[in-house]
T-cell receptor
């Protein structure tokens, strides 16, 4: 149980285009999902917290108009990188917190590697 | 916010050796997790351990919450243990994990 799936696993796009990444909880419902970004040889940095049915909360320094997050259901959150540029190339990872969690344990997706040319 | 420090940053071992990875944190926590990030980037959950001791095969972990540290033990290391080990914590229920910078482990045969 507690499987989180991301799609796509990797994507290459041209500069200026938009890319959508999906994060799904496959066998549980998640009221809250978190989006992280990881640059090469660095740690994971929290970008935003996504709550089902409400606006996402972004960390300081993360542009909300560039990284659009939608959490329309208890099993799906999406991250859209708008007008992507080479500096947005990174590894994006989501995690989910189960509804009615008995612990605070978070489960992570496989990650999505974005390369912007 | 809460700070997480991991040591050592890098560790090189011969196959069969044992190792201890340390995670210090600056505040009380309600969640602490250890992960292994494989070469493809996937985070593998090792332990959910805000306090106490757990063991899973060759791996075990101990968190001493009152002293604000956690240890991950790897015994009889194998080449497949290579990768980056992250400690991550949160200090409020239902909030995101804050990650340390990781320990990069290289195990050679």
């Amino acid at each position: 149980g507690a499987v989180v799936s991301q799609h796509p696993s990797w994507v290459i796009c041209k500069s200026g285009t938009s890319v959508k990444i999906e994060c799904r909880s496959l066998d549980f419902q998640a009221t809250t999902m978190f989006w992280y970004r990881q640059f090469p040889k660095q740690s994971l940095m929290l970008m935003a917290t996504s709550n089902e049915g409400s606006k996402a909360t972004y960390e300081q320094g993360v542009e909300k108009d560039k990284f659009l997050i939608n959490h329309a259901s208890l099993t799906l959150s999406t991250l859209t990188v708008t007008s992507a540029h080479p500096e947005d190339s990174s590894f994006y990872i989501c995690s989910a917190l189960a509804v009615g969690f008995s612990t605070g344990e978070l489960f992570f997706g496989e990650g999505s590697r974005l390369t912007v040319l | 916010g809460i700070q997480v420090e991991q040591s050592p940053p890098d560790l090189i071992l011969q196959e069969g050796a044992n190792s201890t990875l340390r995670c210090n944190f600056s505040d009380s926590v309600n969640n602490l997790q250890w992960f292994h990030q494989n070469p493809w980037g996937q985070l593998i959950n090792l332990f959910y351990i805000p306090s106490g001791t757990k063991q899973n095969g060759r791996l075990s972990a101990t968190t001493v919450a009152t002293e604000r540290y956690s240890l991950l033990y790897i015994s009889s290391s194998q080449t497949t243990d290579s990768g980056v080990y992250f400690c991550a914590v949160s200090n409020q229920a239902g909030t995101a994990l804050i990650f340390g910078k990781g320990t990069t482990l290289s195990v050679s045969s």
